[in-house]
């Protein structure tokens, strides 16, 4: 049974600093998600990594992926309270089933 | 795109009833995922369908939850009886092949 877990759970930190939330899973899989979720809001699709080494980056964020590690980051760069939000990771079980990380709720204060 | 539309937004019924939650995926995607989420469990994946059939039913809890999809612009998750447990966030989901899952608004069920 696949098992994806987040760490931390929870992080408030102060704008402009930088900081990494770390996802790591269990099985073999290639293709891995990071989702944001706001209070009461839905899910909102932030990166796809495909492939070993994959980096992808939009803002502030940056994400990474090791797949022989099993192990996927979300760094976050100079944090600014609109990335005060829930970050989730999910990992491509077998064909197109997600397994959920626990989720990092990140606070950021100004 | 409208993107994903769930229907009700919100739902509050009494144990023992029957409760319909509707999703309405985004056109040409042909896959249709029903999330629910609790603090307790965080997000689970309930069932799946490609192109209309049910390919893994195994995160539904109880026969009591039921989830059909009579063609490509529409699904239903069914729970009856209803009962407190039950209460959650449900998300329906779509993608086009094995892609990226696009979430809709959610239904928030209370079941008192």
């Known amino acids: 049974e696949l098992k994806v877990e987040q760490n931390p759970l929870f992080l408030s930190m102060q704008e402009g600093k930088n900081y990494t939330i770390y996802c790591n899973y269990s099985?073999?899989?290639?293709?891995l998600y990071w989702y944001r979720q706001d209070p009461g809001k839905s899910l909102e699709s932030l990166f796809v990594l495909l492939s070993n080494g994959a980096v992808k980056q939009e803002g502030r964020l940056m994400a990474s992926l090791d797949t022989k590690a099993r192990l996927s980051t979300l760094h976050i760069t100079a944090a600014v309270h609109d990335l005060s939000a829930t970050y989730f990771c999910?990992?491509?079980?077998?064909?197109?089933?997600?397994?959920f990380g626990g989720g990092t709720r990140l606070m950021v204060k100004p | 795109d409208a993107g994903v539309i769930q229907s009700p937004r919100h739902e509050v019924t009494e144990m023992g009833q029957e409760v319909t939650l509707r999703c309405k995926p985004i056109s040409g995607h042909d896959y249709l995922f029903w999330y629910r989420q609790t603090m307790m469990r965080g997000l689970e994946l309930l069932i799946y369908f490609n192109n209309n059939v049910p390919i893994d039913d195994s995160g539904m809890p109880e026969d009591r939850f039921s989830a059909k999809m009579p063609n490509a612009s529409f699904s239903t998750l069914k729970i009856q009886p209803s009962e407190p447990r039950d209460s959650a966030v449900y998300f329906c989901a779509s993608s086009w092949s094995t892609r990226e899952q696009f979430f809709g608004p959610g239904t928030r069920l209370t079941v008192l």
């Open positions: 999910a990992v491509d079980n077998a064909g197109n089933m997600l397994t």
């Open positions: 099985t073999t899989s290639d293709r």
